[in-house]
């Protein structure tokens, strides 16, 4: 036998709170950002937000075409996002971002 346990959002002030405000992945709660991204989600998603496909991708990397969509699971998840526009247009916006700041020497 097995137990389900829910929560009414409306009697608990955090989870209506958070209802209202963005996604309910815990993920993307948790690990807001590029700088939540493992090496591997990072390479992955570069490569993905130039526009290669899965399966280029996995080649470029020597990895599964599997692997490949884990990995962009993840990175939609922690990014918030759920499509490869979005995290192109991320991308850029994060270069972007990333080019302003002076370098530290």
Avoid: Q
Wanted: no cysteine; hydrophobic share 45%.
């Amino acid at each position: 036998m097995t137990h389900t346990i829910t929560a009414d959002r409306s009697t608990h002030p955090i989870s209506s709170a958070t209802a209202a405000v963005g996604p309910s992945r815990r993920t993307a709660a948790v690990h807001p950002g590029w700088a939540s991204l493992t090496p591997a989600e990072l390479r992955v998603a570069r490569l993905v937000a130039e526009g290669l496909t899965n399966r280029a991708v996995a080649k470029r990397l020597s990895i599964s075409p599997h692997t490949v969509d884990s990995h962009l699971r993840h990175v939609f998840a922690k990014l918030g996002i759920s499509s490869r526009v979005a995290l192109a247009r991320l991308a850029l916006i994060h270069d972007h971002i990333r080019a302003d700041e002076p370098s530290v020497h």
